[in-house]
């Protein structure tokens, strides 16, 4: 089993590539099967150095390996002697039509109310017409002569049997003026040349498969060679189309927000996924119930708020050990594992630890009013060493001195304590704070 992640490094990666790259990956892993990053970068003017590093990076950042990464712009050779074969087998033509023409063309077909195959009117002309468009300097496009009477037909692991007949789509093009292989040609020859065995990808390439499967034949190739997945696009929460967001679903953007690695793995793996809405906190743990059969055809839904909810969850969950290191990377150095688990429930998102963090381990300004009543609750202070129970000891023994209750009783100590409103349980937090800060903060003193 050999698996690709294909991108065409024309723009950044947003949360609908990544659905696809993760399922081809997850597929793999499961498996113990190879995985190849593949640039699809023969599109020359649109391709950029950028968005390949910026790739890069974001599989790097995922955890996402591979065995081997391969560019189209390297391969072109392999591409061009597969057009020689198509050409000797009369399966590749040359067409000199411009744009606009062809633009004309499919206007009148509408209007006519006729379906905009293309007409081959290009396999109709004569040698005198060929040359004469040569010397005039015209360069060919190159288009694939489909076997219009066939249909075609496979087993695609998302949608069931699927069958097209040949004659509804135009012959494609596969060599640009430039001769630049089209993608169309290009992915044939590498899926074949790799030994792929699973393409899974979004279910907007359905009729390319249908074409590509010809192709392959052509080619010396089969269809059955491989498995097809055409996986359903990923919708908005509202089931509209999510193609207008995705600029800002990048990949990249969702790094910057420290959204989690984990949280977009097992988010994006369950999506879709009826029978699956755990948060995983670790791959191999996810791998286990992983089973592409769980994927259906129906639409999944994306939406940020699930994400960030699947992020808070996340980070409930994990361990001190697994979240160490980011915690690191973030500065955060010296958090023990007893402070994880106190503050783990309280974070949105990893960087509302500075917060807390703050609160126990930095110098902060307390929120000092009624000093009297600071007075009294320094005095009141209990003994160390501080525990869970110190908060309870400490504000019983108050509330018996002032006569205080509810929010009059622990409010101004939260103030002190912590400079906010509001946080995670101050039981909690007090032993890590400690006397000798609680002390400072209870005479207003920066501490
Ligand atoms: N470069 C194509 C894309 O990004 C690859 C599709 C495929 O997986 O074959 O859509």
């Given amino acids: 089993m050999k698996l690709r992640f294909a991108p065409s490094p024309t723009g950044y990666l947003h949360v609908g590539n990544a659905r696809t790259l993760l399922l081809n990956w997850f597929q793999a892993k499961k498996n113990n099967a190879e995985f190849v990053l593949r640039f699809d970068d023969t599109d020359q003017e649109r391709s950029e150095d950028k968005y390949v590093d910026q790739i890069r990076t974001d599989l790097h950042w995922l955890g996402i390996d591979y065995s081997n990464e391969l560019k189209q712009s390297d391969r072109l050779d392999l591409y061009a002697r597969a057009a020689k074969t198509l050409k000797d087998s009369g399966r590749l033509y040359p067409c000199y039509e411009t744009k ?8 009148r077909q509408l209007s006519q109310g006729r379906p905009p195959v293309y007409d081959r009117a290009a396999l109709r002309l004569s040698q005198e017409e060929i040359k004469e468009f040569e010397a005039e300097g015209s360069t060919p496009h190159w288009r694939f002569k489909l076997d219009q009477e066939a249909s075609i037909t496979w087993e695609d692991a998302a949608h069931g049997t699927l069958t097209f007949e040949a004659k509804h789509f135009s012959d494609p093009i596969l060599l640009r003026e430039n001769g630049a292989p089209v993608y169309t040609l290009s992915g044939v020859v590498d899926d074949l040349d790799m030994g792929i065995t699973h393409i899974i990808r979004g279910d907007d390439h359905i009729s390319n498969t249908a074409i590509q499967i010809q192709l392959m034949e052509a080619l010396g190739g089969s269809g059955n060679d491989f498995i097809f997945a055409h996986m359903p696009l990923l919708t908005g929460s509202d089931g509209g189309g999510l193609s207008k967001r995705l600029g800002s679903l990048g990949l990249k953007d969702l790094k910057e927000q420290q959204v989690e690695p984990m949280s977009i793995l097992s988010y994006l793996g369950t999506l879709g996924n009826s029978s699956d809405a755990e948060t995983y906190t670790s791959t191999e743990a ?6 592409l059969k769980n994927f259906g055809k129906s639409a999944p839904k994306f939406s940020m708020e699930d994400l960030e909810r699947t992020n808070e969850k996340f980070l409930q969950l ?3 050990d697994q979240i160490k290191e980011r915690l690191n990377q973030l500065g955060f150095t010296n958090i023990t594992p007893e402070f994880w688990l ?9 960087t509302d630890v500075k917060e807390l963090y703050d609160i126990c381990y930095n110098n902060i300004t307390p929120h000092v009013e009624d000093q009297d009543y600071m007075a009294t609750a320094l005095n009141l202070l209990p003994e160390t060493p501080w525990t869970t129970d110190t908060w309870k000891e400490w504000t019983c023994a108050l509330k018996e001195k002032t006569g205080r209750k509810g929010r009059e009783l622990f409010m101004p100590l939260r103030q002190a304590l912590t400079a906010a409103n509001h946080g995670p349980e101050m039981k909690n937090i007090l032993p890590f704070i400690g ?13």
């Fill in 318 to 320: 994990v361990s001190f």
């Fill in 286 to 291: 996810f791998l286990e119930k992983f089973d």
């Fill in 342 to 350: 106190t503050i783990q429930g309280n974070l949105k998102y990893l």
């Fill in 435 to 447: 006397p000798e800060k609680t002390m400072k903060r209870l005479k207003g003193e920066t501490a």
């Fill in 100 to 107: 606009n023409e062809l633009d004309f063309k499919r206007k």
